[in-house]
């Protein structure tokens, strides 16, 4: 490497900032806060919260319907044919043993996470749609404002701010530390399901969830009649559930529980370009669309169940699952209580907690999730779309150079330009954008994913990073490649992020110049942003002014491997 190359090097590593380890909410940005949720029949938006009231009405004359039915002669036979209950019981029945109890807990206790940093996440794109491009206007739930069409109005523009008390933690953009928690407490609580899963199949537990018969319809029928009109079937959880219990906790743990997973999966550009024709069908828009309506799922369980709990008598309920108990002594109810002082302990630090030690949160969530991420870069992502499927709007995002030199290359569309290619390497280049463009030219339509939630399908046409990695010969001990923009973060300096050398061989990652056809635009990126498909948005280096090859990225600014990892504790491998 050349002198002049090592100065210029020295420059850009010079104007990266280093991050503080908390949330300074000096430096954070400011609130801003959207609408009550609405969602959207037709043209028309509603108030989610009419539904509250609607519900309370249908549940009123639900009773009274519920009530005249029992009347009807029909009905009672039908209800006494069909009493709603299972009475066949293992003769060495054990009730609830150790292990589900603690699992009962320590499920709620990573929900209540889960659902929180869930909620977080979707506040940084408050928008929900079936159709793959996430085109304003086309949304069927929103907690924002409609797109503003008089300026422009980025992605990180449109993210709004929640109750500290309700997302993790409750600012704006704090999308990082969010995913940390969600994904953290996802692979916990999946893990605690298969625990769950093979105790349950191993136990006689396994009649309690499972239907073993097709006339679990007909008695959960019957329930529902017995429940409306306020006479309720007898209650012996410790024996069994009755059928619409059954059918109920059924569909919550062998259904809503794996769409949840997958639904998820579906989320990760890894995953969803390396699926192919599924990946497609089932695009990450309707996956979050999916996702979100389990979670209202698992929120209407929850209420109803502890409901239920409370209704249909308490202290016989807490001492069955949590002192594992068949009888009114006063155990259960302490030990309840104990619980949910524990819940409501961490419900309350959750977030003041993150706040003050955000850097520790991103580190641990790196430590549990780093192999899977590490897998995701591993997988082979192939999937192109067709013209037909390129969205008609994708969204901007970043902050913007404003620098004279980058002014001044604007200006002349960009004949000036140079991209720097230097550090580890056998042969620094220089190269000029007509070289760039004399260059193996590639095109590839593919799905981008954008950690804020938003997708979009565009055709790039640029040089495979692969050609300039051959054309530089990296020495043996270059690992990563460090791609400096002319834009400088949200917090000050300039933005950057390392990509693993690897990566950049791949068929998909090229240096694109164009987008649909066209030169690429300054909002955008021009002249040279990064395409890398199988890691999301801000991976996706825009503006790029140099690439740089290193040994290792923790001199680089705060050392997390990009600007982001460094200020909004993003995770360095973001391919899910």
């Known amino acids: 490497m050349n002198e002049t190359s090592c100065v210029a090097t020295d420059v850009l590593e010079g104007e990266l900032t280093h991050a503080d380890d908390r949330i300074r909410l000096s430096h954070w940005l400011p609130p801003r806060y959207g609408t009550m949720p609405h969602f959207r029949v037709g043209q028309r938006w509603f108030n989610v919260f009419w539904l509250i009231p609607i519900a309370g009405l249908m549940l009123i004359v639900g009773i009274a319907i519920g009530q005249e039915l029992r009347r009807i002669p029909a009905v009672q036979e039908f209800i006494a044919r069909y009493p709603g209950t299972v009475t066949s019981v293992p003769a060495d029945y054990s009730g609830y043993p150790a292990w589900l109890r603690w699992q009962h807990f320590f499920n709620l206790l990573f929900m209540m996470l889960i659902i929180r940093a869930g909620i977080q996440i979707l506040a940084d794109h408050p928008r929900l749609y079936w159709n793959r491009d996430s085109t304003p206007g086309t949304e069927w739930f929103r907690f924002q404002h409609e797109v503003p069409r008089d300026r422009l109005w980025t992605a990180k523009d449109d993210s709004v701010t929640l109750p500290g008390w309700l997302g ?62 306020l006479r309720f079937p007898p209650n012996d959880g410790w024996l069994y559930f009755n059928s619409l219990q059954k059918l109920t906790y059924f569909m919550t743990v062998f259904i809503a529980a794996p769409i949840a997973i997958v639904s998820g999966l579906m989320q990760a550009p890894a995953i969803s370009n390396k699926l192919g024709w599924f990946g497609r069908r089932f695009n990450r828009q309707a996956a979050r669309s999916i996702h979100f309506l389990i979670l209202c799922w698992f929120i209407m369980f929850v209420c109803v169940h502890v409901t239920m709990v409370f209704v249909t008598g308490l202290r016989h309920n807490v001492n069955h699952m949590f002192a594992g108990l068949n009888n009114d002594s006063p155990l259960g109810l302490e030990i309840f209580a104990v619980a949910m002082l524990v819940v409501a302990a961490v419900w309350l630090a959750a977030s003041p907690f993150t706040i003050r030690h955000a850097r520790i949160v991103q580190k641990a969530g790196r430590f549990l999730l780093g192999p899977l991420d590490a897998f995701g870069e591993w997988w082979d992502v192939r999937t192109q779309y067709s013209e037909k499927d390129i969205s008609p709007f994708f969204w901007p995002n970043g902050t913007m150079p404003d620098s004279e030199t980058y002014e001044s290359l604007v200006k002349t569309g960009f004949a000036g330009y140079r991209l720097r290619v230097d550090g580890m390497v056998q042969k620094p280049r220089e190269f000029t954008f007509a070289e760039l463009k004399s260059m193996t030219r590639q095109e590839q339509i593919t799905a981008h994913f954008c950690i804020q939630g938003w997708s979009g399908v565009a055709k790039w046409g640029g040089v495979p990073m692969r050609e300039i990695v051959e054309a530089v010969k990296p020495l043996p001990e270059a690992r990563y490649a460090v791609f400096y923009s002319f834009a400088p973060g949200a917090d000050g300096g300039r933005y950057y992020d390392v990509h693993s050398i690897d990566n950049m061989r791949h068929s998909l990652t090229i240096v694109a110049y164009e987008m649909n056809g066209k030169p690429l635009t300054v909002v955008h990126g021009a002249p040279l942003r990064l395409r890398c498909e199988n890691e999301l948005g801000f991976k996706q280096v825009k503006w790029i002014e140099a690439i740089e090859f290193v040994s290792d990225f923790r001199h680089l600014g705060e050392g997390q491997g990009g600007y982001n990892e460094d200020h909004e504790f993003y995770g360095y491998r973001m391919p899910i």
């Not at 399901?193 to 008695?219: A, D, K």
């Open 168 to 229: 993790i933690p409750g600012m704006r953009h704090t999308i990082g530390l969010a995913r940390w928690w969600h994904f953290s407490f996802d692979l916990l609580w999946v893990v605690n399901g298969v625990i769950f899963y093979v105790l349950l199949f191993s136990t006689h537990q396994c009649q309690r969830l499972v239907p073993m018969s097709w006339e679990i319809f007909p008695n959960a029928l019957s329930t529902i009649l017995q429940y409306l009109s």
